[in-house]
């Protein structure tokens, strides 16, 4: 009964492809979010969905592109992958925003060669 | 703007001794404040959380805040660590008036010694 699900776990690819990675939620939460971790252990904003909206955009390059077919997914396509991509990223979600708990998938570690 | 600071990037206990992990926040309206912690390849997991009403919280695995207005502080503790407690832990403020985004502090490593 996983709440927050991401695949893959893992994802090495090479310089200049695109890539996809899927999260799914069966919490019923209204809200989802993309984080990257940088090997520092730095949590970043992405982005943020509420009810399928895009909510949070933080500035980041527009390769980067989410969608969100309904309220229970949110996916992350990266175009033209670059070596400093290379991170951990995770979903999350919530019932609404900001003020109520974030629940974290198990994260995608993107490693760009 | 909302900022969170955690002093110390690492933090080092002896087995059975006190953890005490600071976390700072910046805000000008009343904050909601979160701990989570991570563990080595995993996600965030939440510890404890404070809204509103009492300012000393109770998590889960032993762990507890304090929410010290004056202050701005809102330091995690735990009374006797474990050889499990060995983690990454994430501070985190939320508006709670606009009901905007999280503010993640750096995290602070926590490592237990024998």
């Known amino acids: 009964d996983t709440a927050v699900s991401q695949t893959p776990k893992y994802l090495v690819t090479q310089m200049g492809n695109d890539k996809s990675i899927k999260c799914e939620q069966n919490l019923g939460h209204d809200t989802m979010y993309w984080y990257k971790q940088d090997s520092k252990k730095f949590l970043k904003i992405m982005f943020s969905?509420?009810?399928?909206?895009?909510?949070i955009n933080e500035t980041v390059p527009n390769r980067f592109s989410p969608k969100s077919p309904d309220k229970a997914h949110l996916n992350l396509h990266i175009n033209s992958l670059e070596l400093g991509d290379s991170a951990v990223y995770f979903c999350?979600?919530?019932?609404?925003?900001?003020?109520?708990?974030?629940?974290f998938g198990p994260g995608t570690r993107l490693t760009v060669t | 703007a909302q900022s969170v600071t955690q002093l110390g990037s690492h933090v080092s206990v002896s087995e059975g001794a006190l953890v005490l992990l600071r976390c700072n926040y910046s805000s000008s309206v009343p904050p909601y404040l979160f701990w989570y912690v991570q563990y080595p390849n995993q996600g965030l997991q939440l510890l404890l959380k404070y809204t509103t009403g009492a300012t000393l919280v109770k998590g889960i695995n032993g762990f507890e805040a304090e929410f010290k207005k004056s202050e701005t502080s809102f330091h995690l503790t735990k009374p006797s660590a474990h050889m499990s407690d060995a983690a990454e832990y994430f501070c985190?403020?939320?508006?709670?008036?606009?009901?905007?985004?999280?503010?993640f502090g750096t995290g602070t490593s926590l490592t237990v010694i024998p």
């Open positions: 969905y509420n009810n399928k909206e895009l909510i």
């Open positions: 999350a979600s919530s019932r609404g925003q900001g003020t109520y708990e974030q629940y």
């Open positions: 985190a403020v939320s508006e709670a008036l606009t009901g905007n985004q999280f503010y």
